[in-house]
Each structure stands twice: as structure tokens, then as C-alpha cells.
């Protein structure tokens, strides 16, 4: 079993509309282990490195614009396969084409504005867990329910 840590960013629409509880509480209740979690107001420069992929996108201002209006909060969950599992919880990047049970599915109408922020692979999540937290902020300790969470794998 492969015990992954992803990264994920609560994104001003999460903050502004009142869901950071509800989004956190889906990881939680799913079994993810919460290891870091701190408040951050993005700066272009962060932005420009963790959106580099999208620099030549004609929305690629905007968005980070868009991320700078209020701070994000930034977490860390861990579990086995936990990069696919939370992209799966996320849903797909336009929120109208995401299903209903998903994150944005469930609270978002926009392609720009939905809600959450999750690493798309192992690789990328250790990229973007050493770009948002030192390694002091990331914190090992022994979940109680772990044997519970995978008794049968
Ligand atoms: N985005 C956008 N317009 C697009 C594509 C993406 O505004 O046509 C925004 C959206 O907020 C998305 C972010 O850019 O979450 C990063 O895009 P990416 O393709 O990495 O999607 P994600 O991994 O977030 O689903």
C-alpha cells in the first residue's frame, strides 16, 4: 500500500463563500489523515511558480488574481493513494462538468472559481508540499482509527 501525502489549497471561493468546514470535514470523514494546515495570503510571485503550467494561458493573470483576494488555507492530507483519492473527492476543473458528490460539483457553477486546489499526481504533490510547508509543519503522529480506516487491506 502506497501512503501518499497531497497537497490542497482552500481557495478564496472556499474562504469567501463560508465552505472551508465543509470542504475539510469531506477529507476527514473519507479517512484522509490532516499532517499541516495553516492560513496564507498568496503572493504573485508563489502563484506564478505553482500555476507555471498554465503562463501561457490567456487567464493566467486573472487566475492569480483571482487567488490573491483573501488568504487560502493550505493543507496536507496522507493516506494510501491519497493523490488520486482527494482528486476524485475534487472533482473535475470546471465545476459544471464535475458530478454531484464531488467538491465542486456539489458547490461550484465556475471553471475559475471552484473552491479547491489538489495535486494531479505523486510527483507534483511533492513539488507543491515543499513550495507551501517547511518540513517542521508537517507533523507525523499515529492516527487511533488507522487499523480501523484499512482493516481488510
Ligand atoms: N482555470 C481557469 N480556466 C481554465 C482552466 C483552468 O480559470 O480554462 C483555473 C481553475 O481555477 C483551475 C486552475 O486554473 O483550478 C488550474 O488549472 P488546472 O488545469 O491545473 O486544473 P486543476 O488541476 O485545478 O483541476
Redo the contacts with the bound molecule.
Keep these: 500500500m502506497a501512503v501518499e501525502r497531497t497537497l490542497v489549497i482552500l481557495k478564496p471561493s472556499a474562504i469567501q463563500r463560508g465552505l472551508v468546514g465543509e470542504v475539510i470535514s469531506r477529507f476527514e470523514k473519507k479517512g484522509l489523515v490532516l499532517i499541516g494546515m495553516k492560513m496564507v495570503w498568496l503572493t504573485d510571485k508563489i502563484l506564478s511558480e505553482h500555476?507555471m503550467?498554465?503562463q501561457k494561458?490567456l487567464?493566467f493573470q486573472r487566475?492569480k488574481n483571482s487567488m490573491k483576494i483573501c488568504p487560502v488555507v493550505i493543507c496536507c492530507w496522507e493516506g494510501v493513494d491519497a493523490v488520486k483519492v482527494v482528486r476524485t473527492i475534487v472533482g473535475?476543473?470546471n465545476s459544471r462538468d464535475a458530478l454531484p458528490g464531488t467538491i465542486r460539483g456539489d458547490y461550484s457553477m465556475s471553471?475559475?472559481e471552484?473552491v479547491v486546489?489538489a495535486s494531479?499526481s505523486v510527483e507534483v504533490a511533492n513539488v507543491e508540499l515543499k513550495r507551501f510547508f517547511d518540513e517542521k509543519e508537517l507533523y507525523v503522529y499515529n492516527p487511533v482509527l488507522l487499523s480501523t480506516l484499512y482493516a481488510s487491506d
Design positions: 500555476y503550467h498554465l494561458k487567464f487566475l473535475v476543473t471553471m475559475q471552484n486546489h494531479d
